[in-house]
C-alpha cells in the first residue's frame, strides 16, 4: 500500500534490508530472513524478532523509497506484505513517474513532486476504501461528493456517517441530511425551493442531550454558545445520538484537553476514524471500565460462548472478550457473573473433543492447578489459534525478563536497603539511621506493626474468625485470586467488610494489581531509587502532605510509616509525571499501606489513578469534575423526587466532591470507610455513585427542605459521621455529636451500620450498570471541557481588558476568532503543524513541567491569516501587504518563540483601531525599524531581538560585559525595576533614528495603504510632499553632522550607538555613528502632521466590529479555500 513519505536512513536501512530492485530515484527492498536465502545469522535474527514482536510493530517485508541521487536520507513510500503488491507500485512508478522526473534540475524538486503524487494517491485510495468499509459503498461515495459539494470544506475533513432526518427551525421541520465528519456536524436540506444548510464545529457543541416536545416524540437537541438544534425523525435515534455524542467528546477531547485525555491510538489519526471504529471503541471502552483494565490493553474477539461455573453446577452464558494480556468473560446480565483470566497466569489453551453436550469446547489451564472450560464458540479453531499466538509472545517475553533480571541478581550486591539518603547534611548515627529508614521498602503491611485502638473494637475483633471463615469457605466453591467467579455472593460478603488478615490480598486480586506486579519485577525498587532525592514541584507538596494523612493512625505518627508514603507518592510521580502529584493521593496511597506491602501499595496505588478513577488526579480533576455532573444527572434519573424540591443540584454535586476524590475516606469514621474502599475494589466507581445515591435517598426529607448550602452540608456531614461498622459505634464523640446536631433545624440522627447502608444501595440502586455510567461520562465530559475553556476564556480577557480600549463584547468576538485560527490548523493542518499548534496552547508553570494551563498561541501562518482578515489598511492579497504582515508578527513575538499570544495581539488591534494618530505613527515607525525590518526579511536569522515602544526586554551589553551572562533572576529582577520606573516616568525613551532604506520602505508602505481608498489622489499627493521635506531634512541632518567639529561628532556617535543598543542591532548603530542620512521619529511625526489630508486618514473612526462580523463570515471559506488549494498543489 501507499505510505506518507517517512524520513530513513539508508545507511542504517541496508543492515536490516536487501535491494531487490533499483534505479536513479526508487529502491524496492526485502528485510532480511524474509523471502531469501536466511542461512545468515543476520537474516535468522531479524527473521526472528519479526515473528515475536507484537502484530501491530511488525514491520512488513517489503518497501519501496524514495531516493535523492547523492544523499543518504530516503523516504519509505509504500510497502507490502507481499512481493506482488509492492510489484504493481513499483510498475507504475517506473511507467508514471520515472520519465518525467529526468526534466527537473534540482534533485530535490523531483523528490518533492514525487512526495506530492504519492500523497494524491493516498487520497484517492482512502476515498476508496472508506466507501469500501460501509454497508452500502456506492451511496456512502455519493453522500461523500454531496458533502464536499455542498459545505466546500477541504478534502482532508474526513467523513464519517450520515443520516436523514429533520432539523427544526421553530415549530416548520426541514428534511434533509445531517452529516458527521471529524470536526463537525452539517446539515443540508433542499426542499420546495428553498436551501438550508449550516456547519456547527464539534468544539463549539456545549450540550447534547435526548429531549421530547409536544411537536417531536424524541430528537436529538444540540447546543452551542450561540444557538441550540434540534434533530428528530432518524430510522435509528440511538445510533445516531450515541456515534453523535462519541464524535463530539473525540475531538473536544483532542481539541481541548489533549495533554490531560489520552486518546486510544485507533482515535489519534482522525482521518482513520469510521463508524466501524467507533463502535469498536465504543465496545472498547465499556470493556475497560467493566474489567478495570490498563487504558492501553487492545481488545481483539468479541465471541458469544457459556463458561462452567461449578458454583452453580451449569454452564452460564455470557460473552468472551480477549485482550492483549487478559481473557474476560461477562454474563448476559452484566455483574450476575464476572471471570477475569490474565494471561500471565495461563498455562495452556487447548481445543477439546465436540459432542452434543457440550459444542465446541476450548479447555484453559492456569498455574493454580485448575481449568476453566468454555463451550458453544463459534470460530473456534481461529480463536484458540489467535490466543495461543498471544499467550507464546507473552511467555516468551516473560522468559526474556527472567534471563535478563537473573543475570542483574548475579552481579548485585544483598544490600537490603538503598545506600543513597533523601536529604543532606545529617553527619551523627540518628541521622544516617533515619535516612536508611527513609529508604528502607517495608515488606509487611503497617497494619500488622501499627493498630489503632479505639472504644469497641473487641465487637469488631470478634467478627474477623467468622468474616475469614466465610471468605475460605467461599475460595473453595469459587476460586481464589484474579481468576475467581465474581458473583452476587462475593458482593454481600465485601459488603461485610473484607477481614484485615486478607484485605491486601484481595484488593491486589480485584484490582488485578497483582498482575502487574508479577509482571514488572524490581520496577517499584528501580523507581524509587531513582525518584528519591529529586526535588520538584510534586516532591514538595509530597511533603507538606505527608503529615496530614490519617494523622490520628498511629501508623503515620512514626517515621516508618512517613519514610513509606513518602517513597510511595514520590515513585508514582516519578512514574506518571503528567499526574505527579494531587492532594487526595496522600490520604488513598495512607489506607493503601496500612493493609498492604508498600511495593503493593504502589500498584494499588497505580491502578486506582490510572485504570479505576481515569483522569481524577491531574491539575484540572477532570475525570472528578465529570462524574459529578454524571452524579447530577442519576439524581434526576433515580431519585426525581428530590431533584424537584432541589433545582440546583450543583450543591449536593459539589458536597460530594471530596466522596469521589477520596472514595468517602474524609467523611465516613475509619473503619466504615474502609468498608467503602474494599466495595470500590470489587466494583469501581459504581459502587462510590450507589452509595452516594443511597445517602442523599435516606436524607431527602431533610434535604428538600433546605434554605442554603450550609445547612445541607451541616445534614449530610451529621449523617455520615454516625455511619459506624460492625460491632464499632461511630468515631465522633459525643461532645461533638451534640455540637453538630445542635441546629434544632435539623433532626438528630442514630446509629447506622455501614453494612446496612452498602446493602441498601445495591437495593435500590443496583441496577445501575457501567454501561450506563460510561455513555453517560461521554456526554458530560463534553460540558466539564467547555466550562473549563470558558474558564479560560474569562481569565485571559480579564487580563487583557484592563491594558486595551476595545469594548469587551469585540473582545470576546476577537478571542473567539483568535482561537478558532488555532483549531484550523488541528482540522486541517499538516501532522507536524497540527501538533505543534497544540503544544504551544500549554503553558507549564515550571521546568519539570509539572503544572499546565491553556493558552492558546498563534505562529506565523496563523497569525498572517488573521492579520488579512482584522487589518484595517491592507490592501488586499498582495506582496507588500503579507510583508507587512511577516514584520507585525515579528515585533509582537516578545519572547522570540515565534508565537503570539492574544494579549499581544489584542493590543496591536488596540492600537490600529482605538489609540491617538501618534500612536499609530508609531507603530508603523517600528515596523520599519530593526527588528521588523531586517536586512534580508526571509532569514529569520539575521532578526534582531525585539524593540517594545516603552523598554527593551533585550538589552545588548556594553563592551566591557559581554562576558558576563545575568542569570533569570537578575534578568527578571531588571524586567520588574524598569516596570516599575516605568510607571514613575511620562516620557517614554526615544526610538532609534531610521535610515535612508528604511525611510524607503515605511514610504511603500503609506502607498500600499492609501490604494484603493475615496480620497487617494490627495493623499498620493500628501504623501509626495511629506517624502520631499523629510528627505530634506534628512539631507539637512547629514550635512550639518559632516561640518560639525570632532568632539560633536564623537558625542552623537555615542549617542545613536546607545540608540543602536536599545534597539538590539549594532550595524545600525555603527551607521548612524558615521554620519549615514537618518530620520527621527519625531520628526516624520512633525512631517506628517504638515498634511491635513493625512491627518484626516489616520483619524478616521475605524468600525472594528463591522471588521470582526466581516472576519467571522470569512474566516473559515478563506482558510478552507486556501488549504484545499494547497492540498491541490501537493
Known amino acids: 500500500m501507499w505510505l506518507n513519505p517517512e524520513e530513513v536512513l539508508l545507511k542504517n536501512a541496508l543492515k536490516l534490508w536487501v535491494t531487490e530492485r533499483s534505479n536513479d530515484f526508487f529502491l524496492l527492498q526485502r528485510r532480511r530472513g524474509h523471502g531469501g536465502a536466511t542461512s545468515k545469522i543476520t537474516g535468522l535474527l531479524v527473521g526472528a524478532l519479526d515473528t515475536v514482536l507484537d502484530s501491530n510493530a511488525r514491520v512488513t517485508p517489503f518497501r519501496i523509497l524514495l531516493q535523492v541521487p547523492g544523499s543518504q536520507i530516503s523516504w519509505v513510500i509504500a510497502s507490502g506484505a507481499a512481493i506482488e503488491e509492492v510489484n504493481k507500485h513499483w510498475d507504475w512508478l517506473v511507467h508514471n513517474l520515472l520519465h518525467s522526473l529526468s526534466v527537473f534540475e534540482n534533485k530535490g524538486d523531483a523528490a518533492s513532486f514525487v512526495k506530492g503524487k504519492v500523497k494524491g494517491l493516498i487520497a484517492e485510495d482512502v476515498r476508496g476504501r472508506q466507501a469500501a468499509q460501509e454497508e452500502e459503498p456506492e451511496k456512502f461515495r455519493e453522500a461523500l461528493l454531496k458533502f464536499e459539494r455542498h459545505f466546500g470544506l477541504p478534502s482532508s475533513e474526513k467523513l464519517v456517517t450520515y443520516y436523514s432526518c429533520c432539523c427544526w427551525k421553530g415549530r416548520v421541520p426541514r428534511q434533509g441530511f445531517l452529516y458527521l465528519s471529524i470536526n463537525h456536524m452539517a446539515f443540508y436540506s433542499f426542499l420546495l425551493g428553498k436551501e438550508v444548510k449550516f456547519v456547527i464545529p464539534w468544539a463549539e457543541v456545549t450540550r447534547l442531550e435526548r429531549v421530547s416536545t409536544a411537536l417531536m416524540t424524541e430528537a436529538v437537541r444540540v447546543n452551542t454558545r450561540q444557538r441550540q438544534r434540534e434533530f428528530s425523525m432518524f430510522l435509528n435515534l440511538d445510533e445516531a445520538f450515541g456515534v453523535i455524542g462519541q464524535l463530539a467528546d473525540i475531538a473536544l477531547r483532542r481539541l481541548l484537553d489533549s495533554e490531560g485525555l489520552e486518546l486510544d491510538p485507533a482515535l489519534q489519526q482522525p482521518t482513520r476514524i469510521t463508524k466501524r471504529i467507533l463502535e469498536e471503541q465504543a465496545l472498547r471502552e465499556y470493556i475497560l471500565a467493566l474489567f478495570r483494565l490498563p487504558r492501553a490493553e487492545k481488545l481483539y474477539e468479541v465471541a458469544s460462548c457459556s463458561v462452567w461455573t461449578p458454583h452453580a453446577r451449569c454452564h452460564t452464558a455470557g460473552s468472551l472478550y480477549t485482550t492483549d494480556s487478559n481473557l474476560c468473560f461477562s454474563s448476559r446480565e452484566e455483574g450476575s457473573c464476572i471471570l477475569l483470566i490474565p494471561l500471565s497466569e495461563v498455562l495452556s489453551i487447548e481445543k477439546a473433543e465436540s459432542t452434543t453436550l457440550l459444542p465446541n469446547p476450548v479447555i484453559v489451564s492456569v498455574r493454580t492447578k485448575k481449568a476453566f472450560q468454555l463451550i458453544e464458540l463459534q470460530d473456534r479453531d481461529e480463536l484458540v489459534e489467535n490466543m495461543n499466538s498471544r499467550l507464546r509472545a507473552l511467555q516468551w517475553k516473560q522468559s526474556m525478563f527472567r534471563r535478563k533480571k537473573d543475570g542483574r541478581r548475579s552481579v548485585k550486591s544483598p544490600t537490603p536497603y538503598y545506600t543513597f539518603y533523601y536529604d543532606t547534611g545529617c553527619s551523627d548515627e540518628e541521622g544516617i539511621e533515619e535516612q536508611v529508614l527513609r529508604n528502607t521498602v517495608n515488606s509487611e503491611a503497617l497494619m500488622t506493626a501499627f493498630h489503632q485502638s479505639q472504644m469497641g473494637t473487641d465487637g469488631n475483633k470478634s467478627m474477623e474468625p467468622v468474616k475469614e471463615r466465610l471468605w475460605e469457605d467461599h475460595f473453595l466453591e469459587y476460586g481464589r485470586g484474579v481468576h475467581m467467579f465474581r458473583t452476587e455472593k462475593i458482593q454481600r460478603l465485601v459488603a461485610m467488610g473484607i477481614p484485615e488478615s486478607l484485605r491486601g490480598e484481595l484488593w491486589m486480586a480485584l484490582s488485578d494489581a497483582s498482575s502487574e506486579l508479577e509482571s514488572h519485577q524490581g520496577y517499584y525498587a528501580s523507581l524509587v531509587q531513582k525518584s528519591m532525592g529529586q526535588s520538584s514541584l510534586a516532591t514538595e507538596e509530597i511533603e507538606r502532605d505527608l503529615h496530614r494523612s490519617l494523622p490520628d493512625h498511629p501508623a503515620f505518627q512514626n517515621p516508618t510509616g512517613i519514610a513509606a508514603l513518602r517513597r510511595v507518592l514520590t515513585a508514582y510521580a516519578h512514574r506518571n509525571p503528567k499526574i505527579g502529584y494531587c492532594q487526595s493521593m496522600n490520604i488513598l496511597a495512607s489506607v493503601l499501606l496500612l493493609y498492604a506491602k508498600e511495593e503493593e501499595a504502589f500498584w494499588l496505588l497505580v491502578a486506582v489513578c490510572e485504570r479505576m478513577l481515569p483522569d481524577y488526579f491531574n491539575r484540572r480533576v477532570i475525570g472528578a469534575q465529570v462524574d459529578q455532573s454524571v452524579f447530577e444527572e442519576l439524581i434526576r434519573e433515580r431519585l426525581p423526587e428530590l431533584a424537584e424540591q432541589v433545582p440546583d443540584l450543583s450543591t449536593l454535586s459539589s458536597v460530594s466532591l471530596s466522596w469521589f476524590l477520596t472514595l468517602f475516606?474524609?467523611?465516613?469514621?475509619?473503619?466504615?470507610?474502609?468498608?467503602?474502599?474494599d466495595c470500590f475494589f470489587f466494583m469501581g466507581i459504581k459502587a462510590i455513585f450507589q452509595l452516594g445515591l443511597a445517602v442523599l435517598d435516606a436524607n431527602a426529607a431533610q434535604l428538600s427542605v433546605c434554605t442554603d448550602d450550609g445547612q445541607a452540608l451541616m445534614i449530610l456531614t451529621s449523617f455520615l459521621e454516625q455511619v459506624g461498622s460492625e460491632g464499632l459505634p461511630p468515631s465522633s464523640p459525643p461532645a461533638a455529636v451534640e455540637s453538630s446536631c445542635s441546629d434544632p433545624d435539623i433532626p438528630a440522627v442514630g446509629h447506622i451500620n455501614i453494612t446496612d447502608l452498602i446493602n441498601e444501595s445495591f437495593e435500590k440502586f443496583g441496577d445501575l450498570t457501567v454501561r450506563h455510567i460510561e455513555r453517560l461520562r461521554c456526554l458530560h465530559r463534553i460540558q466539564v471541557l467547555q466550562a473549563h475553556e470558558d474558564t479560560t476564556k474569562e481569565n485571559t480577557l480579564r487580563l487583557v481588558t484592563s491594558d486595551v480600549s476595545i469594548s469587551p463584547e469585540n473582545l470576546s468576538d476577537i478571542y473567539d476568532l483568535f482561537k478558532m485560527e488555532h483549531f484550523i490548523s488541528l482540522y486541517w493542518g499538516d501532522s507536524s503543524s497540527a501538533a505543534a499548534a497544540e503544544a504551544a496552547a500549554w503553558q507549564y508553570s515550571d521546568a519539570n513541567r509539572s503544572f499546565m494551563e491553556r493558552q492558546y498561541r498563534l505562529d506565523r501562518p496563523q497569525f498572517k491569516s488573521l492579520y488579512e482578515l482584522l487589518a484595517p489598511w491592507s490592501a488586499g492579497a498582495n506582496q507588500h501587504t503579507d510583508t507587512l504582515a511577516n514584520r507585525t508578527f515579528t515585533l509582537l513575538d516578545q519572547d522570540r518563540d515565534n508565537l503570539v499570544a492574544f494579549r499581544e495581539f489584542a493590543s496591536w488591534l488596540d492600537t490600529l483601531y482605538c489609540e491617538e494618530l501618534n500612536e499609530k505613527i508609531r507603530l508603523l515607525y517600528r515596523l520599519h525599524i530593526p527588528p521588523a525590518l531586517t536586512e534580508s526579511e526571509d532569514d529569520p536569522?539575521?532578526?534582531s531581538p525585539l524593540l517594545s515602544t516603552n523598554r527593551p526586554l533585550y538589552v545588548n551589553l556594553p563592551s566591557d560585559s559581554e562576558g558576563g551572562v545575568k542569570d533569570y533572576q537578575e534578568q527578571l529582577k531588571q524586567m520588574l525595576q524598569e516596570l516599575t520606573n516605568e510607571k514613575e516616568k511620562d516620557v517614554?525613551?526615544?526610538?532609534?533614528?531610521?535610515?535612508?532604506?528604511?525611510?524607503?520602505?515605511?514610504?511603500?508602505?503609506?502607498?500600499?495603504?492609501?490604494?484603493?481608498?475615496?480620497?487617494?489622489?490627495?493623499?498620493?499627493?500628501?504623501?509626495?510632499?511629506?517624502?520631499?521635506?523629510v528627505l530634506q531634512i534628512g539631507e539637512a541632518g547629514h550635512r550639518g553632522q559632516s561640518s560639525a567639529s570632532g568632539v560633536t561628532n564623537q558625542e552623537e556617535a555615542k549617542a545613536a550607538e546607545s540608540d543602536a543598543r536599545i534597539g538590539g542591532n549594532t550595524s545600525d548603530g555603527s551607521l548612524a555613528a558615521d554620519n549615514e542620512w537618518t530620520i527621527s521619529y519625531a520628526q516624520i511625526l512633525a512631517s506628517l502632521l504638515t498634511e491635513q489630508a493625512l491627518v484626516n486618514f489616520f483619524e478616521k473612526p475605524l468600525d472594528l466590529s463591522a471588521k470582526i462580523a466581516e472576519a467571522k463570515e470569512n474566516q473559515y471559506q478563506q482558510r478552507a479555500g486556501l488549504l484545499s488549494l494547497q492540498e491541490g498543489t501537493r
Open 941 to 943: 536569522s539575521l532578526r
Open 665 to 677: 475516606l474524609s467523611v465516613l469514621p475509619f473503619y466504615s470507610a474502609i468498608c467503602v474502599v
Open 988 to 1029: 517614554e525613551k526615544p526610538l532609534p533614528l531610521m535610515n535612508q532604506r528604511e525611510f524607503i520602505q515605511f514610504c511603500k508602505t503609506l502607498y500600499s495603504m492609501f490604494h484603493g481608498d475615496p480620497e487617494e489622489n490627495e493623499l498620493f499627493q500628501a504623501i509626495a510632499t511629506v517624502t520631499s521635506l
